[in-house]
């Protein structure tokens, strides 16, 4: 087959193989199965600390399409401190990405959960960047393919977590 016919069903074929042009994902966030564990995203974090939920937000509806949401952020009580706010301390974590493809609000952290986070500190920069009301104080979870909040089984469990992070954060100095 030659001539205008052939090159007819080229264009056919390839533009069939790349979908409709300007077409957008249907989420336009993904990690490929792959996610950065909360050990190695504590080398890049603010705060690492092993806490105890005790506030969630209320749910908001402020996603592309007005749909829940979820809770955009959630406070907590240290209980231990890597690195970051003292013990005791309660603070406030909000999803960094909340209302985006990529942010699914923090309501799958019960209160009372036990968790290990590695948070990154709110700044001057990211407030002028954000449609939330992000205090300077609080801080932030979340990040392209980062585990950063992790729900522990026990207190044991996270002494343990604890314990190798600061292992590793004084070996890498």
Do not use: H
Request: with cysteine; net charge positive; aromatic share 4%.
């Amino acid at each position: 087959m030659r001539g205008p016919l052939r090159t007819s069903l080229i264009f056919v074929a390839l533009v069939g193989a790349m979908g409709p042009v300007g077409a957008r994902s249907a989420s336009a966030c993904s990690c490929a199965g792959l996610q950065v564990p909360i050990e190695d995203a504590a080398g890049r974090a603010n705060a690492v600390l092993l806490a105890r939920i005790v506030r969630l937000s209320p749910p908001e509806d402020i996603g592309p399409y007005n749909q829940p949401m979820g809770s955009p952020y959630l406070e907590a009580t240290v209980l231990e401190s890597v690195r970051g706010p003292a013990k005791g301390r309660t603070i406030r974590v909000w999803d960094r990405d909340f209302g985006t493809s990529c942010g699914g609000g923090l309501q799958g952290y019960p209160v009372g959960s036990l968790v290990a986070m590695a948070l990154v500190k709110n700044t001057p920069e990211r407030i002028k960047t954000q449609r939330l009301n992000i205090g300077l104080d609080d801080y932030l979870a979340g990040g392209p393919c980062s585990e950063r909040i992790r729900v522990l089984s026990s207190e044991e469990e996270g002494r343990a977590l604890v314990s190798r992070l600061r292992k590793q954060g004084s070996s890498s100095k």
